[in-house]
């Protein structure tokens, strides 16, 4: 089971991109790279997964370096609505024990 | 479509008590998970079924049962309800060849 590690916290200014990294030094071949997105009183939101390089959806982008110890998830001009704690999981698609983490919680100053 | 739905929304519990847990996904989900959240941690797994009629422990199973008698219902069981039980219970679907997964809104149990 691949663990994560984020930073803490993060703040950022609302029209910024925010870049959010993770590091998991063991991730496995069949692993992918989940990020789940969660506002106070809610479950969690998936918002991107990727297995390498970088995928983008009208949420977030993903970039993935060849080496995969790490990726970054980057949020684009960032408003006050993405004021959340943003976790990363790493997992194979046949398993099902998943490490969440502490998570990032991201702070959007106006 | 409904989703993910958790029944209740909040509980409180004396010592000792049992409750049920209810998760229903109107997805076709073949896998479904319990997760417990703490205040400010991480959400840690309880339990898990990859299909009708399985289950399996996750990182947390003590004190909980589950049980998976149709495909869009997975029950959540506490047989003696304990103060260390205390937390916010979420529920996730997800289907085979996806690794996202589809959250409820969460069940807030309170064991006093």
């Known amino acids: 089971l691949a663990k994560t590690t984020q930073p803490i916290s993060m703040d950022s200014y609302e029209g910024q991109e925010v870049n959010i990294t993770c590091s998991h030094n063991?991730?496995?071949?069949?692993?992918?790279i989940t990020w789940y997105q969660q506002f106070p009183s809610q479950g969690p939101r998936f918002i991107i997964q990727?297995?390498?390089t970088k995928v983008t959806n009208e949420v977030a982008s993903l970039f993935i370096p060849a080496d995969r110890k790490s990726s970054t998830l980057s949020l684009p001009r960032v408003s006050l609505s993405d004021t959340a704690v943003y976790y990363c999981?790493?997992?194979?698609?046949?398993?099902?024990?998943?490490?969440f983490g502490t998570g990032t919680s991201l702070t959007v100053i106006p | 479509n409904a989703g993910v739905t958790q029944t209740p929304k909040f509980r409180v519990l004396k010592t000792g008590q049992s409750m049920t847990l209810l998760c229903a996904q109107d997805?076709?989900?073949?896998?479904m998970y319990w997760y417990r959240q703490d205040p400010g941690m991480g959400l840690r797994l309880i339990h898990y079924?990859?299909?009708?009629?399985?289950?399996a422990k996750g990182e947390v199973p003590d004190g909980y049962n589950v049980s998976r008698l149709k495909k869009q219902n997975f029950l959540l069981g506490l047989e003696s309800a304990a103060p260390s039980q205390t937390s916010v219970y979420f529920c996730?679907?997800?289907?085979?060849?996806?690794?996202?997964?589809?959250f409820g809104p969460g069940t807030r149990l309170t064991v006093t």
């Open positions: 996730a679907s997800r289907p085979p060849g996806s690794f996202g997964q589809y």
């Open positions: 063991n991730i496995a071949t069949n692993d992918y």
């Open positions: 999981l790493v997992g194979d698609l046949t398993g099902n024990q998943f490490y």
């Open positions: 079924s990859v299909g009708e009629g399985t289950t």
């Open positions: 990727g297995y390498k």
């Open positions: 997805m076709n989900h073949e896998y």
